[in-house]
Each structure stands twice: as structure tokens, then as C-alpha cells.
């Protein structure tokens, strides 16, 4: 079991940048996949960034973030992260963590069935 808190999310000016932090209970944090996931009103929830386990070696991006957006982690913290730069207004969503002991399979982790534990979710709003 793990049990993932989300947090960092607020009002944001279009072009500014922000900083998700997602905390983990449990000792086996750096055995999980990572993954960010956003929902706006009205839309599917839909998958932002993953973060490979233990090292956090390889990162997988939708198309939508590539080069705005950065996953890391830190195993010592059972922390993961998510810095959003330049952002826009269609970023406005509600941003959920998620977490599952499973394979690197990068396409297979775009899909939210992928994983088994979520957040609560923060809200993150950008003005334009």
C-alpha cells in the first residue's frame, strides 16, 4: 500500500512556472513508477509525465508538455516532482500523482489503468 499527497498547486500567471510535489508514505517508494496525470472540467483525465522506478533513469512525456515540463524524483524524500514551466492556460486542471509497483513499458504507462494508487489532486489554474 502507498498513499500518495499532492501539493504545490495554486494561480499562475500564463508563462509562469510551478512546482508539484507529490509525498509517499511507505518504504518501497523508489521500487514504484511514477506518474502525473491532469484532468480539466468536462475532460478526460489525461496523462502529463511517468518517471521510471529506482533512479528515475527514464521519463516518458505527452506531446503536450515535451520541453515545458520536468519529472523527477527523490527516493530519499519519497518524493516525486513535477516543474511546469511556460505555462498556459490550457494547463488549468486538476493534477493527480500516480504510483504502481510495474514494468518500464512507456506507452502502457500513458494509461491511467496502469496505475493503482492516486493522489487527491491539487488544482492548478493559469490566468491569461
Known amino acids: 500500500q502507498v498513499q500518495l499527497v499532492e501539493s504545490g498547486g495554486g494561480l499562475v500567471q500564463a508563462g509562469g512556472s510551478l512546482r508539484l510535489s507529490c509525498a509517499a508514505s511507505?518504504?518501497?517508494?523508489?521500487?514504484?513508477?511514477m506518474g502525473w496525470f491532469r484532468q480539466a472540467p468536462g475532460k478526460e483525465r489525461e496523462f502529463a509525465a511517468a518517471i521510471s522506478s529506482w533512479s528515475g533513469g527514464n521519463t516518458y512525456y505527452a506531446d503536450f508538455v515535451k520541453g515545458r515540463f520536468t519529472i523527477s524524483r527523490d527516493n530519499a524524500k519519497n518524493t516525486v516532482y513535477l516543474q511546469m514551466n511556460s505555462l498556459k492556460p490550457e494547463d488549468t486542471a486538476v493534477y493527480y500523482c500516480?504510483?504502481?509497483?510495474?514494468?518500464?513499458?512507456?506507452?502502457?504507462?500513458?494509461?491511467?489503468?496502469?496505475?493503482?494508487?492516486w493522489g487527491q489532486g491539487t488544482q492548478v489554474t493559469v490566468s491569461s
Open positions: 511507505g518504504r518501497t517508494f523508489s521500487s514504484y513508477v
Open positions: 500516480a504510483a504502481d509497483f510495474v514494468p518500464w513499458q512507456a506507452r502502457k504507462l500513458t494509461s491511467s489503468s496502469a496505475y493503482g494508487y
